[in-house]
């Protein structure tokens, strides 16, 4: 019997993007598109198996083995640093780590720190350190724009798409971090173990990537 | 706050009765298999002064170290492997013994991991190394011996992958890049980072030739047909040398019959980059990491003053005890085989029965202040494989022999 194949997915346009993919390759993805309340998701026939989970636990979850692949953006992979091998990259899901705040150097929050407000703690704090710039960081779940604007943080370290918010806040990008997009991450042990069948998909996805590039130009 | 009297620090771990009955069974299964390989086993202090891990080419990041100080201020560190100090004693106390030195170790090995991973931080490795042997005949012996160690323990479906440090040494020299450069190569390599090489060498804005050759290497992993696409690849001497010493290792192998257990991968780099020719790791489609990692070190043991061809491996009993477990081994605690009960005034008696059933290697407890039907009740519980109770008329044993 074939091994099973195990995908992590984060809930939301990423996995709708990759499910498009993988239905060009022929897999039936019915089953994780209608997830309902269900967590783990199959297509039987081809012994893949899906999990739907939250994004940031996408790296957890192929670090540790119980997924074999996962789909996540390079955001999100470079915040959890965990030793996980990138072999695509999807080129959906695009967008940029900034950092943003007002473009005139207004009045700082405080002399003392320069204050980063951010969902990405790590990934602003080997910013700033490669800088040798001391920061203090503020971690933030959510709506993070608010930090200047409210003067809690002097910048924010965010992923930036179309700037619209940032814009709708008075806020600018001051600084690119990093090109972001969603990547195909492999656990190390099964990129061999399982070698015949995610060499498989690995190429077969490559195969659509390199498609739909040519489609879009 | 309240004082942590029931906790025990982050990273570290308690090993039960369950499973630490299996670790000392598969600690002893390996001792004996490095003995009768020819390996002394040593121990060295759980301390070391950091000035012996201190030097960037070993690949231990200052803050993966656990450091305290002595009395005089100077800084020591929890050992974070044990090859080091093999190394330091081959190049210090046991500099007069003869060659080769074979030594091995079942002994722990600490490592900060810091932020928030959840990894242990304190793990058993059991090891060996043979040091003042250059032949790839040693190399063999060496990963054989790793397979045997995995065999040995009950593990199934495991792959020991080889990859050689030379080649990537050899591939970088190939394309002209400097040893910083080839640095960042190592990192993406490792992350088998397609796309983060493609962007480096955009970047560095080398010959398409070269760029493609090099984008090869994170693929460069699978049977031994990778070796024949490799040679297609480069023609530099030392990734030619490199690429006969793997198929003259995987020669010597298949005489030990251990071929069905090899795969490669030319793109593996491990974290210490101490090692200079084939290295190895072994995996389990059952584990997310690898529980082996080894290879030969030549330019180790100079860096201790003495130049010596050296090669090794450890083995986490830690993840092979997940391993197994994840394949379906028990972790019960080990039931007694006799619980001893006796009537009153009849203590000597079940000494002396006792005693004489540990003489014959079975496990025999006593049970105090207990009747014949107590004592049942607990055999029917599962607390030992039978009684036997004592009075002054004789004994009874339970359950009743046929």
């Not at chain 2, 020819?38 to 993966?64: F, K, M, N, S, W």
């Not at chain 2, 065999?151 to 495991?158: H, I, M, P, S």
């Not at chain 2, 529980?291 to 201790?304: E, K, T, V, W």
């Amino acid at each position: 019997m074939q091994d099973v194949i195990t995908l992590a997915l984060a809930k939301g346009r990423l996995a709708e993007q990759t499910f498009t993919l993988l239905e060009n390759l022929g897999i039936d993805c019915s089953e994780p598109r209608q997830p309902g309340r269900q967590l783990v998701l199959w297509d039987r026939k081809n012994n893949l198996r899906f999990i739907l989970v939250k994004p940031s636990d996408v790296p957890t979850y192929v670090d540790h083995g119980v997924a074999d692949l996962g789909v996540v953006g390079k955001d999100t992979l470079l915040e959890s640093g965990r030793p996980l091998y990138e072999v695509l990259d999807l080129t959906f899901g695009q967008c940029k780590l900034c950092v943003a705040g007002y473009a005139e150097a207004s009045a700082p929050v405080t002399r003392a720190t320069f204050r980063v407000a951010t969902k990405y703690p790590r990934i602003a704090r080997g910013f700033y350190d490669g800088k040798g710039q001391t920061i203090e960081i503020i971690e933030l779940h959510g709506s993070v724009e608010l930090g200047p604007v409210i003067g809690l943080s002097d910048v924010i370290l965010d992923i930036v798409e179309s700037g619209s918010t940032l814009r709708a806040n008075g806020l600018s990008v001051l600084e690119e971090v990093c090109d972001v997009s969603a990547r195909l991450v492999c656990n190390r042990v099964s990129l061999k173990t399982k070698r015949e069948r995610i060499r498989g998909l690995i190429d077969g996805l490559a195969e659509q990537v390199r498609r739909m590039k040519e489609e879009q130009t | 706050m309240e004082p942590r009297r029931l906790q025990i620090p982050t990273g570290m771990q308690d090993t039960l009765p369950g499973e630490c009955a299996r670790k000392r069974r598969l600690e002893q299964e390996v001792r004996r298999l490095f003995f009768l390989s020819g390996y002394q086993e040593v121990e060295t202090p759980i301390l070391e002064y950091y000035d012996a891990l201190d030097d960037p080419t070993y690949g231990y990041r200052p803050e993966h170290v656990w450091k305290t100080f002595d009395s005089r201020g100077r800084v020591l560190a929890l050992r974070p492997d044990s090859t080091i100090p093999s190394v330091r004693l081959a190049a210090g106390r046991l500099r007069e013994e003869a060659l080769p030195l074979r030594l091995c170790y079942v002994q722990s090995a600490n490592r900060y991991v810091s932020d928030s991973l959840s990894l242990l931080c304190e793990e058993t490795q059991a090891g060996v190394e043979l040091m003042g042997e250059s032949s790839p005949m040693a190399d063999a012996e060496v990963i054989a011996l790793a397979i045997e160690a995995l065999r040995g323990a009950g593990l199934k479906d495991f792959q020991i992958e080889l990859g050689q440090a030379g080649f990537f040494d050899g591939f970088m020299q190939e394309a002209g890049l400097t040893p910083e450069q080839s640095a960042v190569l190592r990192e993406l390599t490792e992350q088998k980072n397609t796309l983060g090489m493609q962007l480096y060498l955009e970047k560095l804005d080398v010959h398409q030739d070269v760029a493609r050759r090099l984008m090869r290497l994170p693929r460069l992993y699978g049977g031994t047909e990778v070796l024949d696409e490799a040679e297609a690849l480069t023609a530099h001497p030392l990734c030619r040398e490199a690429i006969a010493g793997l198929r003259s290792i995987i020669g010597y192998l298949t005489e030990y019959g251990c071929a069905s257990y090899l795969t490669i991968d030319l793109g593996m780099v491990h974290q210490a980059n101490y090692y200079s020719g084939t290295i190895f790791r072994g995996m389990t489609a059952d584990l997310g990491q690898p529980l082996i990692s080894g290879g030969r070190y030549d330019g180790l043991p100079a860096r201790f003053g003495r130049a010596l061809p050296a090669t090794g491996f450890a083995l986490s009993l830690k993840l092979l005890l997940m391993a197994l477990e994840r394949q379906g081994a028990s972790f019960k605690p080990p039931v007694p085989d006799e619980l001893v009960g006796f009537a009153p005034g009849c203590l000597r008696q079940a000494v002396e029965y006792a005693e004489s059933r540990r003489a014959e290697g079975c496990s025999a407890v006593l049970l105090y202040d207990m009747t014949m039907d107590g004592m049942a009740e607990r055999i029917r519980r599962g607390q030992a494989r039978r009684g036997v109770y004592l009075t002054q008329d004789g004994c009874l044993c339970y359950p009743k022999e046929d």
